[in-house]
């Protein structure tokens, strides 16, 4: 079946503009994560949706980053005025529900800050 | 001091070795132990996960976890080329609001050569 897709698969901006990164999960699945990988580092937690609302956030930098997942299914990442230091592999992974401990990974958006 | 150490490597070994990958952890909550293979430009895609001390065995990989020395291993018999990839250990702890958030190493770069 389908995996966990991202778009866009690159993204590059500008210092200062609003991106927004998007994820699909597997179908069925109500847990969301979204992670963050920097070069030479494993990815990082940053925010995690059961259903539709974000269950932990206590991953996210700071009040730039936000996200959304208003219908449960589809998650949004948004990052409001952009710095050099955001530019990463932002990956998006899913898992069946809460105790369920498998996260499926998707692709990543590749972000390029400049 | 990470909660979660893994030596980067690289690692390069000929065709047919037994491989043996490591991580330390310094976190008592983490309940779940995985790893993940990464392959260059992509999500990372989940080999195998353990919960208690001992052994776990699929096809030609082993991972191995010892709670004592909060000590974690995965084992490749007979390594093939088409192993080469990134290995990142993960670890999992239970978030307040339900789910699962994974806290992994740097990754061990592995390179398999014929």
């Known amino acids: 079946g389908a995996g966990v897709s991202q778009t866009p698969s690159n993204k590059v901006t500008e210092k200062g503009k609003y991106v927004e990164l998007r994820c699909d999960p597997i179908s069925g699945h109500t847990a969301l994560y979204w992670y963050r990988q920097s070069l030479g580092q494993g990815p990082e937690f940053l925010i995690y949706f059961q259903g539709t609302g974000a269950a932990d956030d206590s991953g996210l930098p700071n009040d730039r980053f936000f996200a959304v997942r208003p219908e449960g299914s589809v998650s949004t990442l948004k990052i409001q005025r952009t710095e050099r230091g955001d530019s990463a592999v932002y990956l998006c992974a899913s898992s069946l529900g809460t105790g369920n401990y498998e996260q499926y990974f998707g692709p990543g958006t590749r972000l390029t800050v400049t | 001091q990470k909660e979660v150490e893994q030596d980067p490597g690289p690692l390069s070994v000929p065709e047919g070795a037994i491989v043996s990958l490591n991580c330390t952890y310094s976190n008592s909550a983490f309940q779940y132990f995985m790893w993940y293979r990464q392959y260059s430009r992509k999500g990372p895609e989940l080999l195998m996960y353990t919960y208690s001390s001992g052994n776990k065995e699929d096809g030609r990989f082993t991972a191995q976890v010892d709670k004592s020395s909060k000590y974690i291993s995965l084992f490749i018999r007979d390594s093939q080329p088409s192993d080469s990839a990134t290995y990142l250990c993960?670890?999992?702890?239970?978030?307040?609001?339900?789910?699962?958030?994974?806290?992994f190493g740097t990754g061990t770069q592995l390179k398999v050569e014929l």
């Open positions: 993960a670890m999992s702890e239970a978030l307040t609001g339900g789910g699962n958030k994974l806290t």
